[in-house]
Antibody, heavy 127, light 111 residues
């Protein structure tokens, strides 16, 4: 079965760019009608969706973060990545990657959900 | 402030039935399906209910979901101690080129 694993620096300085990678194992990142999402959770708070990418490169971003976020995909490495620029302490959080599928519309609206999730990685923004 | 509104807390005794509400708007719950996620302490969220009322394989039938208009609900019957967790609703929002929105989460305590 598909598994996801986040990786990247656990500490980033304010004003710098946070960079994380999610490695997909147990299946091809290119197979199926899948989007691949990033979600974060500050300590003691709720979940916030950051953005997602389709293997074609098509993206959607959280409107509140859009100006600072770039998500990319490397199908040759079965990975997708997150870059968040100009970080502040407010960006300190556990960052999760997740598969977003099956991604289709019918008369009841949009069908998709996050499954599976990675275990998450804590990123602290501090000097 | 989350786009979807959930009560911050809920509680019940073992064996009871509890419900958690999730309120949204016409651009999210009113137009699209709702998913629920369970987050046990110290772990990543897990898909609990998808497409309003469908359970993934392995999720007990004590968990059920429903949707009406711009609101959704998660019901847990026969409450067990291992159900103590945070629960989040989520839906796709069609505004602003489309984006996912979450509820603020509900912490369920089993008394």
């Amino acid at each position: 079965q598909v598994q996801l694993q986040e990786s990247g620096p656990g500490l980033v300085k304010p004003s710098q760019t946070l960079s994380l990678t999610c490695t997909v194992s147990g299946g091809s990142i290119s197979s199926g009608s899948y989007y691949w999402s990033w979600i974060r959770q500050p300590a003691g708070k709720g979940l916030e969706w950051i953005g997602r990418i389709y293997t074609s490169g098509s993206t959607n971003y959280n409107p509140s973060l859009k100006s600072r976020v770039t998500i990319s995909v490397d199908t040759s490495k079965n990975q997708f990545s997150l870059k968040l620029s100009s970080v502040t302490a407010a960006d300190t959080a556990v960052y999760y990657c997740a598969r977003d599928h099956p991604n289709y519309y019918d008369s009841s609206g949009y069908y998709s959900w996050f499954d599976p999730w990675g275990q998450g990685t804590l990123v602290t923004v501090s000097s | 402030q989350s786009v979807l509104t959930q009560p911050p807390s809920a509680s019940g005794t073992p064996g009871q039935r509890v419900t958690i509400s999730c309120s949204g708007s016409s651009s999210n719950i009113g137009s699209n399906t709702v998913n629920w996620y369970q987050q046990l302490p110290g772990t990543a969220p897990k898909l609990l209910i998808y497409s309003n009322n469908q359970r993934p394989s392995g999720v007990p039938d004590r968990f059920s979901g429903s949707k009406s208009g711009t609101s959704a609900s998660l019901a847990i019957s026969g409450l067990q101690s291992e159900d103590e967790a945070d629960y989040y609703c989520a839906a796709w929002d069609d505004s602003l080129n489309g984006h996912w929105v979450f509820g603020g989460g509900t912490k369920l305590t089993v008394l």
